[in-house]
């Protein structure tokens, strides 16, 4: 051990006579390691990000979706005004009701995207209409006011709920408590402003993602009452009248099992129950989806460990190569040092000796670089700060707008995993010792007479 | 008087593919305990071979060579390696100071390599100073061998090849590189070496370096052609 720090301390001495080379040699290592643990961060942060997401969306919760079938040109045809009619009806949210077992909670939301006024200041905000169990289920924030009661959708109060964007933009220098917004020519009561929320990324293609800041919110019945009078709305847009009729975008059901993380297939039973039932009653325009959050969760899983492989395996291989130019330069060290080799021979240094000298000194060099490389792979969420800051400001697209590159790139919040440290300074230990291995013996094989005479 | 060393017909061979060059071809010797012994001879004589064999540095190719009764051709490597540690110091005609070393961390080198690697104590911590002072370096031994003249340099050498109290000094044209007044100095310390015991075995073209000896052969195309001082 003692003989062993003591190797170590000479080693370092020589590496420092070559400040240098010894400096660069090791930013193969260092930027080796660093791309490992940066990649593996951005991985970590991506699943981090969708696991979050999918627990926000609750796992307990099994989420029933109207989608828009595709639009089948035979029928219709030239009629300029046909009513697209699809998704959940209120027979679904009976059936639901009445059926799925172990329900502690039933939600039914319906959304649409429509023009908003106050005054001159206008905007087209997603307008939901929900029941007040949405605030809770979004983990949507107050920031000033009160989500709307029970007792709002009874009365069909005209009150709404909105979000921090859409405050800024509607009322831009005022309080927007108890002012009114103008919707289809009707003003509603602005009783509460949510907070901040950051938006969600999608997950795995199965959800997309979903800005939470330029929402309105509106008690359910007052929504279907006013607003989605008939189950339809009639828009107009370039001349032509389109009619959408739905009752509901989404119903999430909540599940009451508290066990979810021991049994997590009394969740997934039941998802395929209402699947079963979803598909029967919309056998024909297959026009709902469910979907289980539990299985999102897995998925995001699978996609993690993809993620990982693949950018795990690409800085490996500039490790590797960092481990080749130390091995380069080691080989030429040996040369350069020939001399030093045969006097130390001279002195009394046996083979092993000098194969443990020049080990060690390569495995402190990439040793040193691993140590380098974690500093700045650990740095690597606060840089990814700096540089987000700098691609809100000049990444954008032709209309001004920021583009969706600029998006994905924004909502990517690297995190350190870890397990990576280790594994990564390890890594750059190994390929110290493999590829010092050779310029090692080759200098220990040397004959101390040759070595000697080495000039 | 016992015999440090013993050579029976020894001889050395160096094959180049093509030719066979040989640069010993069977010298027998005795060199007493306590003896100063210089070895000359002209380039291409055989005496630097001769005395990289004596070092163990080398091996015969055919013949014996017993070292204070040891016969250094059945040894390993390793046991080679030990016998330079402990029983033989070196001195170099250019120095060999390892150059990153500090004076007093180049005189330590020997200890990194005893047998057994026992750790280094500061009895060994103090020999370094002594021998540092006593080759007249002891306010020095901070510097790198860049810092030292030549002469400075062999003196940290001189400590070095005494730190593991060696009984025989190999030294390869130690004056070689000096001017004629360093290399008296040097000179005077080996001579001292010597009046203490050690037996000292130089390789040496200059004449008036040979004289200090004690005893003299001079080699020739790899033989002994004679004992004693030959002049020009």
Request: glycine share 10%; net charge neutral.
């Amino acid at each position: 051990m003692y003989h062993l720090l003591r190797t170590i301390r000479l080693a370092i001495k020589s590496l420092l006579l070559h400040k240098l080379r010894s400096g660069l040699t090791m930013l193969g290592i260092v930027f080796g390691v660093f791309s490992v643990i940066a990649m593996l961060a951005i991985g970590e942060g991506a699943s981090k990000q969708a696991q979050e997401q999918v627990l926000m969306l609750g796992a307990n919760n099994i989420i029933v979706r109207s989608i828009k079938p595709p639009e089948d040109s035979g029928t219709g045809g030239s009629a300029n005004v046909r009513v697209l009619r699809y998704g959940l009806t209120r027979a679904d949210f009976n059936i639901l009701k009445g059926t799925v077992p172990k329900l502690s909670g039933i939600v039914p939301v319906r959304e649409v995207i429509l023009n908003v006024r106050n005054r001159d200041h206008e905007m087209n905000p997603r307008v939901v209409g929900c029941t007040p169990e949405y605030q809770e289920m979004n983990h949507l924030d107050i920031a000033q006011g009160r989500f709307f009661t029970d007792q709002d959708i009874r009365n069909l109060s005209n009150v709404i709920v909105i979000a921090s964007e859409t405050a800024e933009m509607l009322f831009p220098l005022e309080s927007p408590l108890n002012k009114s917004v103008q919707i289809k020519n009707r003003a509603y009561r602005v009783i509460g402003v949510t907070k901040e929320r950051t938006a969600s990324a999608a997950i795995g293609g199965s959800l997309s993602g979903q800005n939470y800041n330029k929402d309105l919110y509106m008690p359910l019945d007052t929504f279907q009452s006013r607003i989605n009078t008939k189950d339809t709305i009639i828009k107009m847009a370039s001349g032509s009248f389109s009619a959408v009729s739905v009752v509901y975008d989404q119903i999430t059901l909540k599940i009451d099992h508290p066990k979810i993380v021991v049994e997590p297939d009394v969740i997934i039973a039941i998802a395929e129950m209402v699947r079963e039932t979803m598909d029967t009653n919309h056998a024909v325009k297959r026009d709902v989806d469910v979907i289980v959050p539990l299985e999102l969760l897995k998925q995001a899983e699978q996609l993690r460990n993809i993620f990982n492989v693949v950018l795990g395996s690409i800085a490996g291989i500039s490790l590797l190569v960092g481990g080749i130019g130390i091995m380069n330069i080691m080989l030429a060290t040996v040369t350069e040092r020939t001399r030093e080799i045969g006097v130390r021979r001279a002195l009394g240094a046996r083979r092993i000796d000098i194969t443990q000298q020049f080990l060690i000194e390569t495995i402190v060099l990439s040793g040193t670089g691993g140590l380098v490389g974690l500093i700045l792979g650990c740095a690597t969420p606060y840089a990814f700060g700096g540089i987000k800051g700098i691609v809100k400001y000049y990444i954008l697209d032709s209309s001004g707008d920021k583009s969706e590159m600029a998006n994905m790139f924004l909502t990517m919040t690297p995190q350190v995993a870890i397990w990576s440290l280790p594994v990564a300074f390890g890594f750059s230990v190994m390929i110290g010792l493999v590829f010092g291995v050779y310029p090692a013996r080759a200098a220990a094989r040397l004959d101390p007479i040759e070595a000697l005479r080495h000039e | 008087m016992e015999l440090t060393a013993k050579l029976v017909n020894l001889q050395k061979h160096y094959d180049l593919g093509t030719i066979v060059v040989k640069a010993l071809r069977g010298v027998s010797l005795d060199i007493p305990e306590g003896d100063f012994l210089a070895i000359m001879g002209s380039s291409g004589s055989g005496k630097s071979t001769m005395l990289n064999l004596l070092g163990g540095l080398d091996r015969p190719t055919s013949g014996e060579y017993y070292l204070r009764g040891q016969n250094v051709a059945t040894l390993s490597d390793d046991e080679i390696s030990a016998i330079r540690n402990t029983l033989i110091g070196f001195i170099f005609q250019s120095f060999n100071l390892v150059a990153q070393y500090s004076v007093l961390e180049n005189i330590a080198v020997p200890l990194l390599y005893r047998p057994g690697y026992p750790p280094i104590s500061s009895a060994d911590e103090d020999r370094c100073n002594e021998l540092a002072k006593m080759v007249g370096l002891g306010d020095r031994t901070d510097h790198k061998p860049y810092q030292l003249s030549g002469g400075q340099q062999q003196r940290v050498a001189i400590a070095r090849a005494l730190m593991n109290d060696p009984a025989i000094i190999m030294a390869d044209e130690p004056t070689g590189n000096l001017d004629s007044k360093t290399g008296e100095e040097i000179l005077g310390m080996l001579k001292s070496l010597n009046e203490q015991g050690r037996t000292i075995i130089m390789v040496t073209h200059e004449v008036e370096v040979a004289e200090q000896a004690k005893s003299h052969i001079y080699m020739k195309d790899g033989l002994i052609a004679g004992h004693g001082i030959f002049r020009g």
